[in-house]
């Protein structure tokens, strides 16, 4: 491997029966080379999203779910996703409707949501 290498596998914690398993020892560099996030600029880029004007219900729930990922939520991560949709999306009566509803739960934001959409573009199509 080369003296660097064996510089850094000698720093791992690792029982000496894995320090034979090609899995194992990939594990371990691969946690170590990895860049770490930093978990501030990632939950503020969460923070910051906002429905575009032309944006759907399901892209802009997906871009939250895909921003949470290296957030650090954990157990909050549905209450922060259901929390950025209410105070994120463009329609500023809706969002007002949702913040008054205490039992609102992250599937029945998203099922508000998808419903207006599907009246909206009803609504179009009759026009």
Do not use: W
Request: hydrophobic share 35%.
């Amino acid at each position: 491997m080369g003296p660097e290498a064996d510089d850094i596998f000698a720093s791992f914690d690792i029982f000496e029966e894995n320090k034979k398993k090609y899995a194992k020892v990939k594990e371990q560099f691969d946690k170590y080379f990895i860049v770490r996030r930093n978990v501030i600029f990632e939950r503020a880029k969460f923070n910051k999203r906002k429905q575009d004007d032309d944006e759907g219900v399901e892209s802009f729930v997906t871009s939250l779910y895909t921003l949470t990922e290296h957030c650090g939520y954990n157990d909050l991560r549905q209450e922060m996703i259901r929390d950025r949709i209410v105070v994120g999306i463009k329609d500023s009566n809706l969002s007002l409707k949702m913040q008054l509803d205490p039992e609102l739960t992250l599937k029945k934001a998203i099922r508000t949501l998808m419903l207006m959409q599907l009246n909206r573009n009803s609504t179009k199509l009759n026009l």
